[in-house]
Every structure is written in C-alpha cells, then in structure tokens.
C-alpha cells in the first residue's frame, strides 16, 4: 500500500491505494480548498488520480506555475464548450496554453465580431458559475476516430489518427454534455476556474500551421489567479499596444514594408541613421573586445551547405537558386560557413587563439506569412554575429568574456535585469554524443562562474551545439530572447578547420558562436517599444530640430542648425510657413529629443529656447551652452 512523500518531507501511509482529494483532507482543509492539480513523482495528475504505490506527491495551486496553466488550459476548455453552445456546428481543433494565456483553434464559416467575443465571455462566466464537474475517461482509438467523425469533428478525428498507437487516449468530459479530446490534467470542475479572464482578440491561423491548409478563427485569451493580476496584465497590454514599434515607426518616420517583398525591411532615412550608430557602437565595443571585422558572401554553393550539415537539417527555412550550369545556390540563412573559410585561410597557430572573427552579415530565412510581424519576425535581417575560434581550455574565459560584454552592452542601452537559459543537445543533432558531453560541460561551467540566475531548457540546443540564450526584461515587464552563446565541436571539423597546437601537430579549434542583439532589426524594435520611441538622445536617428518662429529668424535658426551639424549632432532645421505651435506638435509626435525655437528675441540675445521631449517646461539657454550640452549627451556610453 502506497507511502506518500509530501514537499515538506512528511510521510502519510495508506492500507490502500487513494486520490488526490483524500489525501488532501488528510493532509488540510486550507490546502484542499486551493488545490487544483497534483504531481505525483514529477508527472501532473488530477486529483482524481489513484495513488496506488509509494511516491512524492506536491500538491499545485494557483501560486504554481503548472497551476496557472491548468486555470488557462481549463479556461480554453471552457471557451470552445461556451463557443459550441452559442454557435452550434462549429467544430473544435486545438486550444493550448500559450505564454500569459490560452488559444483556441475554431473552424466556422462566419468570422467571429467583438461582440460575439463578449457573448462568449458571458457564457463562460455562466459555466464557471454551474460548477460543472471534471471527468477523465480513456476511449479506445477506434471508437474515438468513429465517434468523431460521425459527429462531425472531422479535425478532431485527424489528431487522433496522427497519434502514436502506443499512447493512450484520454477525453475530458465538463459537465453532462460537452468532452474533448486531451491529454490533461484538468481541474476538478469548472469553478476553479474564477472569473480572472478575458478574450482579447481574433485572428487567422491555418489548420496545422500549413497555408495550404484550411483557415481555421483564432480566439486568444488569457486568464489569471485573481482579478488584480488579470487588470495589471490588461494593463500592460494597453501600454504595449501604445508602445508598438510598428505604429511609432510610421509616426518617427524609420520605416515600412511591402507586400513586393514580405518580411524584408524598408528602412527610410531615419531608420537607417538609428540602425547605423547602432552598428557604430557596436563596432566600437567589438574593437576594444579584440574582435576582428570581416565581411562574407550572401549567396553560396549547396556544397558547402551540405558540408555544413545546414543543408540536411535547414533546408526548407533556404532561399535557393538554380544556375544555368545546373548549379543550385542557396541565401545564406546563417553567417557561420563563410566565417570559418576566413579562418581556413592561412596556417593557424595556437598562438593565434582566440581568434575573434565579427560580422555584420545580412541573412535570410524563410518564415511563414502568418509568423511575420513587424521588425520582430522577418525574413531578412543583419546579425551582429561573431564567431571565436578557441583551444578547449579557451573556452570558460571566452564564455564568461562574452557574457560579460553581453551584460555590459545591455545596461548601457537600458536593460538592467538580464536572465540566462541554457539549452542542451536537441533530438535532431549533428555530431558524436561525446563531443555534446565534453561542449555540455564546458558551457555549463562557463554559466556556473558568471554567477548569473539561469534555467534550464531540455532538448532546445542548436543542432551543432548547446547554447546560452540571453533574455532581456524591458521597461513593461515583457521578456525578450535576444543575444546567444553557442559552443561548436562540430562544424570546424566538418569544414576542415585546423591549427598547429604546442606539439606541431594539427588539431580542430572549437568554434564559439555568439550574437549580442540576435538581429538588429529586430533588436530595434525592442528598443522602440522599450523607450515608447523615446529613445536616448545619443541613439536617436533625429536629435534636434530647430524651428523658425518667423521668415525673419530663418537665418538665426539655419547658422544653428549648422553649428549642430559640423558637432555631429543629428539635427534638421524647419523653417516652413507655419506656428510654432504646429511644428512642436507635428516633432513631437515624431518623438524628436529637443525643440529648438529660434524667435526675434532669441536673435537678439544669442539664446535658444529649448523644448525637450515628455516636459511641457520650456527652458532658455545660451547658444554655445545649449551646444555643449548637446555634444556632451551625444557620447556613446562605454559603461
């Protein structure tokens, strides 16, 4: 009979197997009443599981993780019911829980309204408030497949036709009537749940990811442990929405895209000068770091790919093309072949090592239609890549040396909190399980001595590699993946890079390779929704404009402005028949850093009248002060 193990070390013995809600009331009336799930030797179960051999059970509540999960994944549950009951013949498909919320999948004719979101909205509440109560049955394949299509559920027959005969089907009954197909676990009935959720938009999605598949509606949703954290989280999605790089871009005037040429950038002036002394700044950090600049090929031979082990494990994310010689071509999709015939070049000595090789190299990958979105998911960007050619020794301090740098260049563009994950061999991999333990290791150890927080990601590595991923928290709270680290053992070989170490003898380098921002593109729309397009006067792409109040002051106004341009300040002059009440507005609204208004007083006493950006203060100074100051906040900042 089974002997229990609770999370506080407590032993409870049974003269017979039990659930998840005895052992609660054995256990407290306080925790029966939060309990939501249970895990049981590390695996989530309902609390109407069978305990029936010795194990260690955590009993999970709303304060878990896996406790808000199963609250969203019930709510998605509980919304397709509320969908079936207010729009028969609508079929179900999926509905997962996603990062701060939940989805699901609908297939139904006419598109859903806002109005109808708020219908389904009610409804759910209604269900919560029934308490329908949590069944957990296991059906035969064949029965299911039968039972869902004569029902119509034709999506719903094709999952399960998909699943593996070995594993077991599982379908959640809520209530008397309305059951899924699911693997759980699930709460033991609808109002445990509470009324902490909201829908929030509509969208396309095709069934399976796959555009030639049908087009199925998309209801997100998200769901929370009380009132105050869905509102705070509402909260958020409101300031996000008001901080979306896309529509300050149009109002900054950075760039646009086109449908000519989807997921590719149309960088206007401005958004060039930011995206420019970005890679100013970068260079500048990457020289004194003992980096060295090179330059590769955009389009190269399948051969190499293929030597690489891109071509086998990356092939359908390639843009290819076939010559008239028969010879097929591919985009590069990443910078690092063309990298290690930089290397090749020359005899290398281990004196040689490190070898710091940096590239700003453009790359294209091809993303689905429907995954594009804005600066943050394209299919051609820039790489501040760089690759490290090392000794195995070399390797923790090269590590820990990009970490550092990677930190540093953070908290100089704002970013203060920085978490690590490190991702270990995936299943679909290159390279010996010997080479994988001995890059495991020495990456992980590299984590261990930069004493940063960090977590763990089973199976999420590189196919070459494992990898530290570096996650940046920006102003609202929101979490962005973006510099990585990864250790190679594997591509150097395969491309036949070689040094002579201390014995004379030829030997395989180990190839680091590393991204600080990830892509500039995308990492400049983090920094636009970061700083609500207020961004810090050295970055900004338009520092200043200096405004004429009248045609009379247009030569004042035009000899500052270029004063300002020879001081490499970043400035334009407006000198249009308009208020000045007009042209605050209008660079304002272009999120400009300073107004400088140059008016018949002004003139007269060799000042300026300074308007900054967030204050509605206006402030005078004297013309050589205001330019001094300006040059001084133009530094680049080298923490």
């Known amino acids: ?31 029966e009443k939060k309990a939501l799930i249970m895990q049981v030797d590390g695996n989530l179960k309902d609390l109407s599981f069978e305990i029936k051999k010795d194990c260690k059970v955590k009993i999970i509540t709303s304060v878990d993780k896996d406790g808000l999960d199963v609250l969203r994944h019930d709510a998605a549950h509980i919304m ?21 919320g939940f989805y699901y999948d609908f297939a139904r004719k006419e598109p859903f309204t806002s109005d109808d979101l708020l219908k389904i909205e009610k409804k759910m509440a209604e269900i919560v408030d029934r308490d329908v109560k949590t069944k957990r049955e296991v059906w035969d394949r064949n029965k299911a497949i039968k039972h869902f299509k ?71 949703g998200t769901c929370w442990s009380n009132k105050e954290q869905l509102d705070l989280y509402i909260k958020r999605l ?6 979306d790089h896309r529509k300050l871009g149009k109002e900054m005037n950075l760039f646009h895209f086109r449908e000519e040429s989807p997921g590719s950038v149309f960088w206007h002036d401005k958004g060039w000068i930011l995206f420019q002394r970005l890679v100013e700044y970068m260079r500048f950090r990457q020289r004194l770091a003992g980096y060295k600049e090179i330059n590769t090929p955009e389009l190269l031979d399948k051969t190499l790919w293929e030597k690489s082990g891109h071509w086998e494990k990356f092939s359908e994310h390639m843009f290819t093309s076939e010559t008239p010689d028969e010879k097929t071509f591919a985009i590069k999709p990443m910078n690092c072949p063309g990298c290690v015939q930089i290397f090749n070049q020359g005899l290398k000595s281990y004196r040689d090592l490190p070898l710091k090789l940096s590239e700003f190299g453009k790359v294209h990958r091809y993303e689905p239609s429907g995954a594009l979105h804005g600066l943050l998911r394209v299919r051609a960007f820039t790489q501040d890549d760089a690759h490290i050619f090392c000794t195995e020794e070399q390797i923790t301090q090269e590590c820990l040396s990009v970490t550092n ?12 909190k920085v978490i690590l994950k490190y991702s270990d061999r995936p299943e679909k991999r290159v390279g010996d399980d010997k080479i994988w333990d001995k890059s ?17 990601n089973k199976g999420e590595g590189a196919f070459y590699g494992p990898k530290i991923e570096f996650v940046l928290q920006d102003a609202i709270g929101r979490d962005w993946q973006c510099g990585t680290l990864q250790v190679d053992f594997n591509l150097p070989g395969r491309l036949g890079a070689s040094y002579v170490n201390k014995s004379g003898e030829k030997q395989i380098p180990v190839m680091l390779h590393r991204a600080l921002f990830g892509s500039l593109e995308r990492f400049i729309g983090i920094l636009i929704e970061n700083y609500a397009g207020k961004l810090p006067f050295w ?46 507005r209008e660079h304002s609204l272009a999120k400009t850093p300073m107004i400088l208004v140059c008016g018949k007083k002004e003139e007269q006493d060799k000042t300026v009248t300074v308007r900054t950006l967030g204050s509605e203060k206006q402030e005078i100074f004297k013309r050589e002060d205001i330019i001094k100051r300006m040059i001084q906040s133009n530094k680049m900042p080298l923490n």
Request: with cysteine; aromatic share 8%; hydrophobic share 35%.
């Open 440 to 456: 495991e290791e020495a990456l992980l150890t590299a984590i261990k001595e930069s004493k940063l927080e960090y977590s763990i």
């Open 150 to 220: 004569k029902i119509g559920e034709k999506y719903k027959a094709e999952i399960i036709e998909s699943i593996p005969k070995s594993e077991e089907l599982s379908i959640y009954h809520h209530g008397d009537t309305w059951y899924d197909l699911c693997r759980g676990p699930h709460l033991p009935s609808s109002g445990k749940i509470g009324k902490a959720f909201k829908l929030t938009k509509v969208s396309g999605a095709y069934w399976r990811g796959d555009s030639k598949n049908e087009m199925l509606q998309r209801i997100y």
């Open 539 to 584: 970055l900004s792409p338009s520092q200043a404009v200096v405004c004429s109040i009248a045609e009379d002051n247009n030569n004042y106004a035009k000899n500052l402005f270029e004063d300002l341009f020879k001081e490499g300040i970043k400035c334009d002059v407006d000198l249009r028949n308009q208020k000045i009440s007009y042209k605050i």
């Open 238 to 243: 409101e300031e996000a929405e008001k901080r």
């Open 1 to 31: 009979m089974p002997n229990i193990q609770l999370l506080d070390g407590k032993k409870i013995s049974f003269t017979k197997s039990i659930n998840g809600f005895d052992l609660l009331k054995k256990i407290s009336k306080s925790l």
């Open 405 to 416: 740098l990677i930190i540093d260049i953070y908290k100089s563009l704002g970013f203060e």
């Open 80 to 100: 397709a019911m509320s969908v079936q009951e207010l729009f028969p013949g609508t079929q179900v498909t999926i509905g997962p829980v996603i990062e701060n």
